[in-house]
């Protein structure tokens, strides 16, 4: 009797420990390379820890003072704001379109989908290299394309102003990623029943009228989630620029996750480097504590209607 | 009748400006590796090769060691499919199978951190990496592949292992099968497909990783997507598009022939969740 009221409890704490060993290869893993350096990050931002001088000591919030009275932040901020804004906007606009496109019953549907996973599955650096001679002045793709549309030379070194620098960046960035942002969608999509289209024509609906009562309401949590994944994504990408621009002309599309990379593996400042990365990581934390309140608010609001 | 026509020839233009809006860059970069020296270099461009031609290849293979690059990230891709697919599983196996205290916890963590990215994390890393001395090798570079496909991969297995029913583990169990019979022998093969699209996504995912091998390799440990980044330039915004476009092509040929042939399991895996940049 005895026994068999001990037997499982044993068991069971055997269960639990082979537990802990099936999760504890990826704890662990995550825990050494995102836990426990984002700690030390926290701490380097508070010392002055420069590779070139040999210099290790604290500084105390000395690294935050100079991020805030560094001149050329300034622009890599603005920048980074009109970069996540402007392919934000854009990604989630034609990233719907295209994947209403993507979900439509025709013959060319396996090519489409194909086609769509390309600009996902090309690495960035290799497109932005590409671009970076697309956007040349004189023997660019781009300027030559534009020659043979309106019939007479143009020649524009995009890469070389500011303006226009930016805009090609933000051109490419939303090139490469509205596909992988309709594909979230289209998933999304497929999830809504066809009879409430079928029914909503019967009752006389029009095709923008069942697109804002059916189709947006069915995706809208899929719009929140990816759109604060990209958001995300967009503040902490630099391998664009690094490849396409260099984060130039001067400093104009220096995105602050580029700013970051080039103190670490550059000026080797790791004091300064560190405190980029934890404002970076307290605007991402933000971000995402904002969006998700705004999503709660948002759902709540639906309900009760 | 006659709408539904306009539709459908409305539909196919709109697919056929998409479709050349997204590969025209890419044919370029392919037709452009094809094509001799001085013709890339002429205006107005001139997209195909009058005579196509291997030179472009030639002095690219000659200037770098480009089956090195090659070898080196096929490794790491090995690894990183096999490391991850075993550690996410049974991650996944165990979060989604058995109960115990803190397991919530864990989950949101480990899922919350699938939104950080390694790049706030470089400094201290590199300080880890160069201690451990596995900065500029093999095993380095993919141990961090491996930690960022982790969780993304952990929720994927989660998710599908949930959706097999539980009482396969408990007739297995009263069978007489051990947790690892269990695991490997049973429910793992029932994950066939969702194993097949985590294979290629992650194959996908190593070829375009950029950050980590730029930050932790130099010579030795050099993957092709480095290699193109490193190709000597004489001036820094003119471009040897020759050598690139060489480059570029050995790079995408691969990923267009993934992304053609396996356009179904891609889909799939992307859209239960597989995330990440």
Known sequence: ?305 | MKKKYAYKIGIWLVTVLVAFVIMFPVVWIISSSFTPEDELYTVPVSYLPSTPTLDNYKVMFKIMDVPRMAVNTLLIAIISIVVTIFVAYTAGYGFARVQFRGKETVYSLLTFSAMLPMIITLVPLSRMMLMLKLTDTIPGLSILYISSYIPFTTMIFTNSIHDVPIALDEAAEVDGAGLWRRMFAIILPMLKPVVATITIIIFIWSLNEFMIPLVFSSQKAVPLSLGISMVPREIQLAIPWEKISAMGTLIIAPIILFVTFFQRQIMDGLMAGGVKQ
């Not at chain 1, 024509?201 to 994944?229: C, Q």
């Not at chain 1, 503040?235 to 620029?241: C, E, P, R, T």
Request: hydrophobic share 50%; aromatic share 14%; glycine share 6%.
């Open chain 1, 1 to 305: 009797m005895n026994s068999l009221t001990i037997a499982p409890k044993v068991k069971r704490s055997r269960a639990k420990k082979c537990i802990w060993m099936l999760i504890l290869p990826a704890v662990v893993i995550r825990a050494a390379t995102m836990l426990y350096p984002l700690c030390v990050t926290f701490y380097y931002s508070l010392l002055d820890y420069r590779v070139t001088k040999q210099l290790k000591v604290w500084g105390g919030i000395k690294n935050y003072e100079k991020f805030f009275r560094d001149p050329s932040i300034k622009a890599t901020l603005s920048f980074t704001l009109r970069f996540t804004v402007f392919s934000m906007v854009f990604i989630v606009v034609l990233g719907i379109l295209f994947a209403l496109l993507l979900n439509v019953k025709f013959h060319g549907k396996p090519f489409l989908r194909s086609i769509a996973l390309i600009p996902w599955a090309m690495p960035t650096i290799v497109i932005g290299i590409a671009m970076r001679w697309g956007f040349n002045g004189t023997y660019g793709f781009v300027n030559d394309l534009i020659t043979r549309l309106i019939g007479q030379p143009f020649n524009y070194d995009w890469l070389a102003n500011v303006g226009s620098a930016q805009f090609s960046v933000i051109f490419v960035d939303i090139w490469k990623n509205t596909p992988f942002f309709a594909i979230m969608v289209l998933a999304a999509l497929q999830t809504i029943p066809s009879e409430l289209y079928e029914a909503a024509r019967v009752d006389g609906s029009g095709a923008i009228r069942s697109f804002r009562h059916i189709t947006l309401p069915g995706i809208s949590k899929t719009l929140g989630t990816m759109g604060l994944f990209f958001t995300l994504w967009r503040i902490s990408s630099f391998d664009l620029v690094y490849a396409m621009t260099s984060g130039g002309p001067g400093s104009a599309t220096s995105l602050i996750a580029y700013k970051l990379m080039l103190e670490t593996v550059k000026t080797l400042n790791y004091g300064y480097a560190s405190c980029i990365a934890v404002i970076l990581f307290a605007v991402m934390v933000l971000i995402t504590i904002l969006s998700k309140g705004i999503m709660r608010v948002l759902a709540t609001r639906g309900e009760r209607r």
